[in-house]
């Protein structure tokens, strides 16, 4: 991988906006994938800030929550519609979630293949949790699954209860693209920032491939981009 490592958060907005302005400009339709989560904020409004026509760039999460109602503020789609789609000025038609409609049992097959129809990932956005998941893809994830159902680490939900009133509120569910489905984007890139990620992010970049540290499925990859503050890069060597 190549690792960039940036003094501000805003820094790593400017670099990873950057690549994605790169893509548009190639490829006004390019296909784009979504992290949600507080890492690529600076990536969107970066974006945002930037004049750049985004509106026929196709986009899909990485993961949603199940068991939400629809519309919770907290769920994946209201979370892209707020910080994403709108801010952008993306095409809300052109930006799925997993699970949307159907049932939760065949919606990892439907989102595989929306994916394939729209021609691929070109771009991956990745953030990291302290667990070493990207995606929800939690430790003991198969290198080769697709999208599907996942039970959250407690960890996971313990992270992620400050966007919920408490950690019951959580739910314990989600549906992640896999390993195998992240592997296929053309570019991966992986943003960190903070010490709680300086360990995951560590082995995701130089620790032995493993199941159990599933972002380093990086390093199986031949076109990644890390983009890290000081902090989260305290324990690369
Ligand atoms: C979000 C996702 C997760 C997050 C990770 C880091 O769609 O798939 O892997 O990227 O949990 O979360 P933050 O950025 O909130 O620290």
Partial sequence: A???????????????????????????DAVLGLATGS????????????????????????????GLPAGHPESYRSVITREVVEPLG??????QVPAESGPVETAGADYERAIVAAGGVDLQILGIGSTGHIGFNEPGSSFASLTRVKTLTQQTRLDNARFFDSTELVPTHCV????????????????????????????????????????SAIQLHSTVTVIVDEAAASELK
């Fill in 2 to 28: 190549e690792v960039v490592i940036v003094d501000s958060k805003e820094a790593a907005g400017e670099v990873s906006a950057d690549l994605i302005e790169a893509l548009v400009r190639r490829t006004p």
């Fill in 39 to 66: 890492t690529p904020l600076t990536t969107w409004s970066a974006l945002a800030a930037r004049a750049l026509d985004l509106s026929a760039v196709r986009g899909f999460a990485l993961d949603e929550y199940v």
């Fill in 90 to 95: 993306l095409t809300p038609s052109l930006v």
């Fill in 176 to 215: 992640t693209q896999g390993l195998g489905t992240i592997q296929r984007a053309g570019h991966l890139v992986l943003i960190a920032f903070g010490e709680a990620k300086a360990a995951a992010l560590a082995g995701a970049v130089e620790g032995p491939v493993t199941a159990s540290l599933p972002g």
